[in-house]
């Protein structure tokens, strides 16, 4: 067990994009993962997807309201990250009540320590508050994204 | 009310804590406390265990094996998946409310652990109040695996009551015996249904090569938790290899989980932690475990039943209802283990000798032995049917299909119901099983075919009888059970037991 002893921000803007469109959630999760790769926090996409293909083959992760949420715990994760995508066609995650307009792709290192992982902890807690999620559904800048899910989550 | 909860999810970065938060919410609006542990990825703080003592009821909203699941035992509990508490957080605090208003009065509050005499404070955790209730621990093991076992006992039995079946149908008394069926892997044709009982008849049989290891492993699991499954199984394989049968696998699940509950207690630095339970506990376990079973067991089960095996030998000259009496208590003992292997092999070796120089004591020795095997299953098929408020529910359900392990022969079928309560079901199956091979042998019934139940009718001679003397032990069996599981201990065992080991979730 490596402990990663890198940091930085949960999400910056360049990890938002609030006019995301694919036709399945393999593409959406692509799209959303080429965001972190080029933002330094995914070292090997092909491997990191596989990670996420894994754990969504257990069971989707497609939760009611809208949200669809991929994620993993990985060794081609350098900092524990969230990309977050908004689709208006909205991109089906496997829930029940129909496709996932808000899209969290949440990326943890296999090593970190749960000191690293509160900070997602906590950004999960965020995802089942309603005015959390109507926020999101509302904004218009990814900075302002960026910023505001940084402000809510922060310890 | 007070509720605590647990959440956990596979990955243990989203889901536990969403899980977590949904019921935190639904709790507060209706106006009710709280406290949940989140086994995530991190690792969990776990709940105060007075806060637990307090609850009125507990959530387990977990598509993982809830840790330390024993400190919750004795509550009204609601079991579901971690979606079922985020999409649905309110309905389940309702669900948990009922839960705790359902429980009996006073159930709440008085957990297994909870100090009779007052002494020791209700610390879940602490040991001493573990020695309390070592009773009901002892039978929350064995339960929890036998839980895991049923699935396994069904199946596996099912199929291979299956195969006889349709062997039946598709070649009467003519054509060979589904026991004698070449491999599948040599012999198949989609239009040959005897072929298809093969198929059938050799799953099951793989399938009930399970029973042990799966019984034992779980028993370690309750346990020791996940750490003990690994050594718990491979205990539970070499009770298979060295012919131990499923006492051997209560034996070996429960020295499993001992080292390995002890093996846990190591303290080790953070960095350590995932190596120690995922690789060195289950290595050092099996090790020790596999070896222990191997060494101290192997040679003593293999020379007692020499030892049995002689014994027959020696009784077969004298009286035949005696011989008769004897076969049944051993094929009812140990339901597939070294006692019963014995009887089942020496009445397999008589009639193949019987065949051979065409006399019939040989041929009447199998018919006793098959129908002191049919009973335990019939008897607590009938008994878990009459009174199934003697039975836990899980038994309930595997009475069921113990009607049709029984009536083909598949002794196993009783297991589950022998590993849950051994000390009143045994002795009880034992009776009856002495009985039905006493009267068999009485009656002078006959059987050429070493295995089938009903199926092999066509080959037991006298027939009408041979039913008689199974349903004479049936009947005994199934009375003695009923009244060593009316006792007023025996209910309440029961009722803890199954509630506390978690296998019925006290929901509406």
């Known amino acids: ?155 | 009310m007070k509720f605590v909860a647990v959440t956990s999810c596979p990955t243990g970065i989203a889901h536990t804590y969403m899980a977590a938060e949904s019921l935190e919410q639904a709790a507060a609006e209706a106006g009710h406390e709280i406290v949940v542990e989140t086994q995530g990825a991190g690792g969990s703080e776990r709940i105060d265990p007075a806060v637990i003592a307090a609850a009125d009821a507990v959530i387990f909203a977990a598509d993982v094996e809830v840790q330390a699941k024993e400190r919750f035992a004795g509550k009204p509990t609601v079991t579901t998946g971690v979606k079922g508490a985020i999409n649905n957080g309110p309905g389940l605090i309702a669900q948990a409310q009922e839960a705790a208003k359902a429980a009996p009065v006073g159930a709440a509050a008085a957990t297994p652990t909870a100090p009779a005499g007052g002494s020791g404070g209700p610390t879940l955790a602490s040991k001493v109040s573990e020695g309390d209730s070592w009773g009901t621990k002892f039978r929350q093991w064995l339960m929890t695996g036998v839980s895991y076992l049923i699935p396994f006992v069904a199946a596996g039995g099912l199929l291979i009551a299956l195969g006889f079946a349709l062997n039946t149908i598709a070649v009467g008394d003519q054509g060979y015996l589904v026991t004698d069926a070449p491999p599948v892997t040599e012999q198949f044709s989609a239009g040959n249904l005897s072929d298809w009982a093969a198929l059938c008849f050799q799953i099951g049989g793989l399938v009930f090569g399970f029973i042990v290891p799966v019984l034992a492993g779980f028993i370690a699991f309750a346990m020791a938790d996940r750490p003990g499954i690994a050594p718990g199984f491979a205990a539970g394989a070499v009770a298979v290899a060295v012919g131990a049968g499923f006492l051997g696998g209560i034996i070996g699940g429960l020295l499993a989980g001992a080292l390995v509950m002890w093996l846990k207690k190591v303290r080790l630095p953070f960095a350590l932690a995932g190596v120690w339970t995922v690789v060195v506990i289950p290595l050092v376990g099996s090790l020790v475990i596999g070896g222990v079973m191997f060494l101290l067991l192997g040679k003593p089960i293999a020379s007692l039943q020499d030892g049995l095996t002689n014994w027959l030998e020696g009784l077969t000259g004298g009286s035949i209802v005696l011989l008769g009496v004897i076969l049944g208590l051993m094929m009812a003992f140990d339901m597939g283990g070294p006692v019963n292997k014995v009887a089942y092999f020496f009445g397999v070796a008589s009639l193949t000798t019987s065949l051979d120089t065409g006399t019939d004591t040989g041929l009447q020795i199998m018919a006793a032995v098959m129908a002191a095997g049919m009973t335990p299953p019939l008897a607590l098929a009938l008994a878990s049917t009459l009174r199934p408020k003697l039975f836990t529910p899980s038994e309930q359900q595997n009475g069921k299909p113990a009607w049709l392990l029984g009536a083909s022969f598949i002794t196993e079928g009783a297991i589950p119901f022998a590993a849950s309560d051994p000390l009143r079901v045994i002795p009880s199956i034992m009776a009856g099983s002495a009985l039905t091979g006493g009267l068999v042998m009485a009656f002078g019934s006959t059987l050429q075919a070493p295995h089938g139940g009903i199926f092999v009718v066509p080959f037991i001679g006298n027939p009408w009888l041979y039913l008689v003397a199974i349903a004479a032990g049936m009947v005994l069996s199934a009375f003695l059970v009923v009244a060593a599981k009316s006792t007023k201990k025996a209910e309440q065992q029961l009722v803890e037991a199954e509630v506390a080991a978690g296998i019925v979730p006290v929901s509406s």
């Open chain 1, 1 to 155: 067990m490596t402990a990663t002893t890198e940091t930085g921000p949960l999400i910056t803007a360049e990890m938002v994009d609030l006019t995301l469109e694919a036709p399945d959630k393999d593409t959406a999760t692509r799209h959303l993962a080429e965001m972190l790769v080029a933002a330094g926090r995914i070292t090997d996409l092909e491997g990191f997807l596989a990670d996420v293909r894994a754990r969504e083959a257990q069971m989707p992760t497609g939760l009611e309201g809208g949200i669809g949420i991929p994620h993993c715990r990985s060794e081609h994760v350098t900092v524990p990250t969230v990309g977050f995508g908004k689709s208006d066609a909205g991109v089906d995650y496997g829930a029940a009540d129909g496709p996932a307009h808000l899209i969290f792709l949440i990326a943890a290192p296999a090593g970190a320590d749960s000191d690293h992982l509160k900070i997602l902890a906590a950004l999960a807690r965020r995802l089942v508050r309603q005015q959390f999620k109507d926020t999101l559904r509302a904004a218009t800048d990814p900075a302002a994204v960026a910023d505001y899910i940084r402000t809510e989550v922060t310890p």
